[in-house]
T-cell receptor, first 116, second 115 residues
Framework: SAVISQKPSRDICQRGTSLTIQCQVD?????MFWYRQQPGQSLTLIAT?????????ESGFVIDKFPISRPNLTFSTLTVSNMSPEDSSIYLC?????????????FGPGTRLTVL | DAKTTQPPSMDCAEGRAANLPCNHS???????VYWYRQIHSQGPQYIIH???NNETNEMASLIITEDRKSSTLILPHATLRDTAVYYC????????????????FGQGTILTVHP
């Protein structure tokens, strides 16, 4: 398994500002993912972040709004830019790799963002 | 990825087995069935996965029908701490495709375990 930590765990931000969320993994992993979970909803994949390449964004998500960095195999950041109240969500980091039992994917505890 | 269908909610008495069904009638041969759960305010927790054989681990058992169009997650002795949203997900297994590694979450089943 992998132990994933996120910072901050929660934040309250003002409209128009930006927040950078950090994700740290206790082992080297190739694939990292960022998800969003809006209030009362399921998880939606924002982008896939592989080390050494540009992040791949899902439909409805763009780099200008959610820039991602992946400087090494244990760390990634997601920035939520020019925030509005609609961005209030839980943002989750996830890592995946091929283990003994095939593909394994684990999630961080999430960052709860409230935009006023 | 194949779509899954789960009941929106289920109840279970503490100490009894919880059987959570999932339909995935459009599953293809290279797709695995994964189960995760999300306890309130936490990140999703991996439970179990399988391709076509039944699987068992310390948390649960996964029963996949022979035609692979449906599966059942079994929590043999449910406790109050098993109250959570349970997600059934099918996922491609082949490396190199654009959807490799992605987990697409549906709405899941809210399992409530009561005393």
């Amino acid at each position: 398994s992998a132990v994933i930590s996120q910072k901050p765990s929660r934040d309250i931000c003002q409209r128009g500002t930006s927040l950078t969320i950090q994700c740290q993994v206790d082992s080297q992993v190739t694939m990292m993912f960022w998800y969003r979970q809006q209030p009362g909803q399921s998880l939606t994949l924002i982008a896939t972040a592989n080390q050494g390449s540009e992040a791949t964004y899902e439909s409805g998500f763009v780099i200008d709004k959610f820039p991602i960095s992946r400087p090494n195999l244990t760390f990634s950041t997601l920035t939520v830019s020019n925030m509005s109240p609609e961005d209030s969500s839980i943002y989750l980091c996830s890592v995946g790799f091929s283990g003994r039992g095939g593909w394994e994917q684990f999630f961080g505890p999430g960052t709860r963002l409230t935009v006023l | 990825d194949a779509k899954t269908t789960q009941p929106p909610s289920m109840d279970c008495a503490e100490g009894r087995a919880a059987n959570l069904p999932c339909n995935h009638s459009t599953i293809s041969g290279n797709e695995y069935v994964y189960w995760y759960r999300q306890i309130h305010s936490q990140g999703p927790q991996y439970i179990i996965h399988g391709l076509k054989n039944n699987e068992t681990n310390e948390m649960a058992s996964l029963i996949i029908t022979e035609d692979r169009k449906s599966s059942t997650l079994i929590l043999p002795h449910a406790t109050l701490r098993d109250t959570a949203v349970y997600y059934c997900i099918v996922r491609v297994a082949n490396a190199g495709g654009t959807s490799y590694g992605k987990l697409t979450f549906g709405q899941g089943t809210i399992l409530t375990v009561h005393p």
